[in-house]
């Protein structure tokens, strides 16, 4: 198993908030990532659409498999936390939805710096998108990630 499929298969596990809320890890690659949330009543809101704690929980799933495809080769020795989101709901949002992620950066630009400091922020780039492949929701989330304390 390569380091990408054993952070998507890993990440599920250590975050059970997302497959409570029903996301599905569909790529991790080396600062990108994609998830998909199918509606349900259980995500929807007042309006029948996707709620937005169910779409911002997408959203963050898909930034932290990015976050942790781009750290691949240290994300077991590293601590992430995300510090800082914000989200613009363009439309609203029906049916069976995909978030796309990208870190700001690359991975080698992020692991030279984690190295060097023992530390890096950065940004991750989201974009949440319908079945019929418009945008819904954008996001733009800030992680923090330093080695762990021995």
């Known amino acids: 198993m390569n380091p990408f499929e054993m952070i998507k298969a890993q990440l599920s596990q250590v975050v059970p908030f997302q497959n409570h809320v029903g996301v599905t890890l569909l790529e991790v690659g080396d600062g990108l990532a994609s998830?998909?949330?199918?509606?349900?009543g259980e995500t929807e809101n007042h309006i029948q659409s996707?709620?937005?704690?169910?779409?911002?929980?997408?959203?963050?799933a898909a930034?932290?498999?990015?976050?942790?495809?781009a750290l691949a080769p240290v994300i077991l020795q590293v601590r992430p936390v995300a510090a800082k989101a914000n989200v613009a709901f363009v439309k609203i949002a029906k049916g069976t939805l995909s978030a796309h992620a990208t870190t700001s950066r690359s991975g080698a630009e992020l692991l030279a710096e984690l190295?060097?400091?023992?530390?890096?922020?950065?940004?991750?780039?989201?974009?949440?998108?319908?079945?019929?492949?418009?945008?819904?929701?954008?996001?733009?989330?800030?992680w923090h990630v330093s080695t762990r304390k021995k």
């Open 35 to 40: 998830a998909q949330l199918e509606q349900r």
């Open 50 to 60: 996707q709620h937005a704690g169910a779409m911002f929980t997408l959203g963050e």
């Open 115 to 142: 190295e060097s400091i023992g530390k890096v922020s950065f940004m991750v780039q989201v974009d949440i998108r319908d079945a019929g492949a418009e945008t819904v929701a954008q996001m733009d989330i800030e």
């Open 63 to 69: 930034s932290g498999a990015a976050m942790a495809g």
